[in-house]
């Protein structure tokens, strides 16, 4: 059986990966992205990879191909004793990749029953709000503000008024609302749910926000509630204008978990690997480098500066909170959870990170061509 190790099927590679293919070679015109595909075959056959033969070392192959298009496939061919074998795969070229990073905060309904009930002149008398807007005057930081429909029987997204549009749209392009969950509890809501239940959801807080902030401040969602989708529901939220989903992509004892069902294959690559596309869909899985209400102050840059030293991890940084760790009355207040926002963007900052919103073109970047 013949069979390519690397790059792995649904791999989206950038300048990291490879080599810039500026000159012709066999099988290679001008210009693209040179990478090496290696996987294993048996040891008597004649292996290609794309048409060119591929070096041997014992049951090992290797081989360059160019990628010059947003999507290649890679075709690894054996010839031998048994027969022909073929393993196919495909990758993404993110032509116009950059450093880049995005700032999602999960779980948010406090700052808005908050702004509700106290009547506020400004969005940003909310200590939250301002908070966060401090972090974009000093680092032009950008964030994506995961919103409940509710937060139980005192409050619920209907009872926001929406005499704030103008405020919002000021801030919008630093700023989004996106749907997260219909509520905090149950946990895993949409883990076993239908997708017409997680749809309804996604859209009445959609529905709400168009409402009370305005079409600029609306974003598709880029997390859903711990991670966890039916696999069936992705065309649908790809219909919606999902483009990418954030995760964990962690073990946990019974398995892969917050990985939104992914198999184990592709949920093991993404705990190693800043991105993987799938295909059917459309959506690009990315994984979460950082939740910052779990990492101590003094922890948050050691935590992010060995990703940005490996290629697999250092183009794209993720970075996550969640917004009751904020507010003195949660039982897991963090007091300095504004500060280890800043540690973390003024990192990033600092080694050339330009924040952008996930949703947005190409993970935030460019469209590949």
Known sequence: MVRIDEPFHGAVLNHRHGQAATSPGPGSPNGGLRITVRGTAPLRDRVTVNGQVARRAGEAFAAEVVLQARETDIVAAADGPRGHAEHRIRVLWDRHSRPRYRFSIDDNSFFLRDIAAQGYRSLFECFYLAGLKRLNARYGARFSVNIY?????????????????????????????????????????????????????????????????????????????????????????????????????????????????LDDARSEYLSRHDALVDFPSGI???????????????????????????????EVMDLFTHEQYFWPFYRHYVPDHFERLEAAIAWVTEHGYAPVFLHEGFLGGPEPA
């Open 149 to 261: 429909f509710t937060t139980g029987p005192d409050f619920a997204l209907p009872q926001f008024p929406d005499r704030y549009r103008g405020e919002w749209a000021d801030n919008a392009h630093w700023l989004k609302l996106a749907f997260h969950a219909w509520a905090n509890d149950p946990d895993r809501p949409y883990q076993h749910a239908s997708t017409e239940k997680l749809i309804a959801d996604l859209d009445r807080v959609a529905a709400e926000i168009l409402r009370f902030a305005g079409e600029a401040s609306y974003a598709p969602p880029t997390v859903i509630h711990w991670g966890m989708v039916q696999p069936q529901a992705l065309p649908a939220l790809a219909s919606r204008g999902v483009r990418a989903l954030s995760g964990y992509f962690c073990r946990a004892p019974w398995g892969w978990d917050v990985n939104y069902l």
């Open 284 to 314: 690009v899985f990315s994984r979460v480098d950082i939740v910052c209400n779990s990492v101590p102050l003094d922890r948050i840059v050691p935590t992010l500066a060995p990703l940005a030293q490996d290629p697999a991890t250092a």
